[in-house]
């Protein structure tokens, strides 16, 4: 079975230009998160949705993110604008149930932003 | 929030030889993931384990919900064992959020 899948695997683009982060959840899967890594903060939550609707958004750093999720197939994580300590790598995952069910996670995207 | 610490944070070990990480948490339960990532970045799932015991291969884990800490056991280690290991948690009370700990970082050396 395929696992989430994320596109792109890697993206470097200048400060000030928008960023589209893309992800498929596996299917059956009602919960998709979308987190961030960085060396000074770890992994965190920036936003999750359960049945295509978004729960919880505390995560988000700033008003220059938004994600959506227009089907339970696809959702994606924007920036825009784009700045430089954005640069990290985002990972979505899904699963089926929340809280008492494994969440899987795709291999990530690596944004650096120059 | 729950607190997730994890140790030791850096282990560099023979290959072949057996590990023990360890993850306590400061609160109860009803998830616990461990997951491995990779030198190439993925984070692999290894055990969703919010209780009991469980075995795949070389690796084994336990979780003492009552006592708040999850063991990882890698045996036989292999250079491909190499990597961040992270154990992940979502408390009973709260915000249903999955809290990551700061990870161990293993080094199989050949």
């Known amino acids: 079975d395929a696992g989430v899948i994320q596109s792109p695997r890697h993206e470097v683009t200048e400060m000030g230009q928008e960023v589209t982060l893309r992800c498929k959840p596996i299917?059956?899967?009602?919960?998709l998160f979308w987190y961030r890594q960085t060396m000074m903060r770890g992994l965190e939550l920036l936003i999750y949705f359960n049945n295509n609707v978004p729960i919880d958004d505390s995560g988000m750093p700033e008003d220059r993110f938004s994600a959506k999720m227009p089907n339970a197939s696809f959702s994606t994580l924007k920036i825009q604008p784009s700045e430089p300590r954005d640069s990290a790598v985002y990972f979505c995952?899904?699963?089926?149930?929340?809280?008492?069910?494994?969440?899987?996670f795709g291999d990530g995207t690596r944004l650096s932003i120059l | 929030g729950i607190q997730v610490e994890q140790s030791p944070p850096d282990l560099i070990l023979q290959e072949g030889a057996n590990s023990t990480l360890r993850c306590n948490f400061s609160?109860?339960?009803?998830?616990l993931q461990w997951f491995h990532q990779n030198p190439w970045g993925q984070l692999i799932n290894l055990f969703y384990i919010p209780s009991g015991t469980k075995q795949n291969g070389r690796l084994s884990a336990t979780t003492v919900a009552t006592e708040r800490y999850s063991l990882l056991y890698i045996s036989s280690s292999q250079t491909t064992d190499s990597g961040v290991y992270f154990c992940?948690?979502?408390?009973?009370?709260?915000?249903?959020?999955?809290?990551f700990g700061t990870g161990t970082r293993l080094t199989i050396i050949p």
């Open positions: 992940a948690v979502i408390s009973n009370f709260g915000n249903e959020k999955l809290t």
């Open positions: 995952a899904s699963s089926f149930g929340h809280s008492n069910q494994p969440q899987h």
């Open positions: 299917s059956g899967h009602d919960y």
């Open positions: 609160d109860s339960v009803n998830n």
